[in-house]
């Protein structure tokens, strides 16, 4: 099976920068996603990471370590509006997405 | 394009009635998926469907059945609906099973209430 760690909740202020962590194990493993979720709205896909290293996307970063089982992502900037819970979800082969129970992000002003 | 659609968005049912959940994508994808949502829980997985013909058990099938019924429609049933099953439903689809299932695209949810 498949099983991952993430915080449950982290603080910050505006213009800040946060790393949000998540450690995983599985059997099998093609890459790590990451994902949004306002409260009350739907997932939306943040990004993906197969290979080792960083992916940068605007003011969100992630990367991934598969020797270490663990990745990040890095939000920069911080608005008020990316308040919102972040989920990591691990692709183990070919099958579907395992997530974890999610970050929830408080932005203050 | 409207992405994923599901209806209805909110229900309240009675222990035992049955009710189906209706899900459409419009975007030509060829998996869909079928998760719920509980506070803390994160999103689990109850059923998918890698392709049009395909129906598979997630992590929380139970209780639950599925029907592809095309490519564009995935539609998920509770045959006897219990207090346990109150939950946030989500479908969901992405471009491929192989290739292109770790990026999933959502719909809005159905917020279900079994009393």
């Known amino acids: 099976g498949q099983s991952l760690e993430q915080p449950s909740e982290v603080t910050a202020v505006e213009g800040a920068i946060v790393q949000i962590n998540c450690t995983y194990q599985?059997?099998?493993?093609?890459?790590l996603s990451w994902y949004q979720q306002h409260d009350g709205g739907a997932p939306t896909f943040l990004s993906y990471n197969a290979l080792d290293g960083l992916e940068e996307t605007g003011r969100f970063s992630s990367f991934l370590s598969r020797s270490d089982s663990y990745g990040y992502l890095l939000l920069q900037e911080l608005q008020m509006k990316d308040s919102a819970s972040y989920f990591c979800?691990?692709?183990?082969?070919?099958?579907?997405?395992?997530f974890g129970k999610g970050t929830m992000l408080l932005v203050s002003p | 394009n409207a992405g994923v659609t599901q209806t209805p968005k909110f229900q309240v049912l009675k222990t035992g009635q049955s009710m189906t959940l209706q899900c459409a994508q419009d975007?030509?994808?060829?998996?869909m998926y079928w998760y719920r949502q509980d506070p803390g829980m994160g999103l689990r997985l109850i059923y998918y469907s890698a392709s049009e013909g395909t129906t598979d058990k997630g992590e929380v099938p139970n209780g639950y059945n599925v029907s592809r019924l095309n490519k564009r429609e995935f539609s998920l049933r509770l045959e006897s609906a219990a207090p346990s099953q109150t939950s946030v439903y989500f479908c969901?689809?992405?471009?491929?099973?192989?290739?292109?299932?770790?990026?999933?695209?959502f719909g809005p949810g159905t917020r279900l209430l079994v009393l």
């Open positions: 969901a689809s992405s471009p491929g099973h192989s290739t292109g299932g770790e990026t999933q695209y």
């Open positions: 975007m030509n994808h060829n998996s």
């Open positions: 599985t059997s099998g493993f093609y890459g």
């Open positions: 979800a691990v692709r183990p082969g070919y099958s579907t997405l395992t």
